[in-house]
């Protein structure tokens, strides 16, 4: 596998992005978990870098941050583990595979959000019962869709145009 500087520094900058981004939403935990703050780099590191470098942020960024800040709390970061480094691995994969139109873009961010849900849902469920707790389909529901709806709506918004933007300005490192 070769190894570009640009791809080494674009999946640093998301993955300081991770660290960030949930200190603006942080004082209101029920907007963080809504709007899910680290699903935004990791979903641009698949696109900007491709799926290696976004797999490797995705399972880093939650653990670091508990790490780091003690939030997530372990169970969660746990989870988010396997969850963003499957939104950033089909993200890229998703990417490379699809032709390079702008609505190839959009196609590439539901596939890969859906495929993370799924992840999301498997990992709550073996992490949750090894643990103790019981994680049901309508638990899985709530949290992947019913209560995650504005992070979906701002992911779908907020990922292509800053894609698009970068292609235009011939800065994107994948392409």
């Not at 702008?102 to 590439?108: F, L, P």
């Not at 994680?135 to 979906?152: E, K, V």
């Amino acid at each position: 596998m070769k190894v570009s500087v640009k791809k080494l520094v674009f999946a640093a900058l998301c993955l300081a992005l991770c660290i960030v981004l949930p200190f603006l939403t942080g004082q209101i935990p029920q907007i963080g978990g809504m709007l899910s703050p680290m699903h935004i780099p990791v979903l641009l590191c698949g696109f900007l870098c491709g799926w290696p470098y976004a797999l490797a942020v995705g399972l880093v960024a939650p653990l670091l941050r508990h790490l780091m800040f003690g939030m997530p709390p372990i169970l969660t970061a746990l989870v988010m583990t396997f969850e963003l480094g499957a939104y950033g691995a089909f993200a890229g994969i998703f990417y490379q595979i699809l032709p390079k139109k702008t609505s190839c873009i959009y196609v590439a961010l539901l596939l890969a959000m859906l495929a993370g849900r799924v992840v999301y849902g498997v990992a709550s469920f073996i992490i949750l019962g090894v643990s103790g707790t019981a994680f049901t389909f309508q638990a899985f529901l709530s949290g992947a869709f019913l209560t995650a709806w504005p992070g979906i709506l701002c992911h779908i918004i907020v990922i292509p145009l800053i894609v698009i933007a970068l292609k235009k300005a011939n800065l994107m490192p994948n392409d």
